[in-house]
C-alpha cells in the first residue's frame, strides 16, 4: 500500500500539478490479457495498477505491476514471470545503490489527441497517443479508447494488440505454438478526483 502511495504521488508530481482539481486517479482499475492459439487460450488479470488523467492537458499515465498478473494455471502464472516476462531479472542500481528490476512494471504514458470537455456528461471515443513500455522495451502507440463520463466519473476502457517481437518477448520452442505472437490487452479503470485533493 506504501508503495503503491508513493508512486501514485511520483506520477502525479510527473503531471506537475500536485493537489489539482484537474488530477483523476482510477479508483478500480482492471487489465486483462488474452493468447489465442489452435492449442490453447490463455487469460489473466490484474488489477494492481495505477492510471492517472490530467483534464487540463489531456495527459493519461497507466502503469501495471506486470506480477499482479493471475492465472487459472499457477504453473503457467510461474513461467509468465520466470521465463517470458523475466519479472526477477535484475536491471542497473538506482541513485541510492538499490538494484532495479526494471521488467516488473509496464507502462503507457501519453496524451489524448481529441478535445473532451470533462465537465459535460456523455460517451467520448479518442485515441491517446504515447509510448507504451513492455518487457523495458518502449515502443510508440496509438490506442483507441472510449471514454464515459458521468456525475464526476471517468470510466476509461480500450483494448488493442501488443506483439511479443515489439517488446524482445521470447517464447521457448517447446511452448511456442500454445502461446500467440499478438498478444490482446483489455484495460478498464474507472477514475475519480481523489478526495485528498478535493476542497
Known sequence: MKKTLTLFVMLVASFGILGAQSVYRGTSNKITFYSH????????TDTIATTLLNTKTNMVIAQV??????????LMEEHF????????????KDSKGNVTYPNRM???????NEKVDYTKDGT?????????????????????ATLVIKGG??????????????????VPTAVG???????????????????????
Open 124 to 144: 467520448y471515443n479518442v485515441t491517446m497517443t504515447g509510448d507504451l513500455t513492455v518487457h523495458n522495451v518502449k515502443k510508440p502507440r496509438t490506442i483507441n
Open 177 to 199: 505454438q500454445k502461446i500467440a505472437e499478438s498478444i490482446e490487452v483489455t484495460l478498464h479503470s474507472v477514475m475519480a478526483v481523489p478526495s485528498a485533493t478535493k476542497k
Open 81 to 92: 514471470n520466470e521465463n517470458y516476462m523475466e519479472t526477477n531479472k535484475p536491471g542497473p
Open 37 to 44: 492459439t489452435a492449442l490453447e487460450d490463455i487469460s489473466a
Open 65 to 74: 505491476d506486470v506480477r499482479g498478473f493471475r492465472f487459472a494455471n499457477p
Open 153 to 170: 466519473i471517468i470510466t476509461v476502457d480500450c483494448k488493442f494488440n501488443i506483439l511479443l517481437v515489439d517488446h524482445d518477448i521470447k
Open 106 to 112: 509496464a507502462t503507457f504514458n501519453g496524451k489524448i
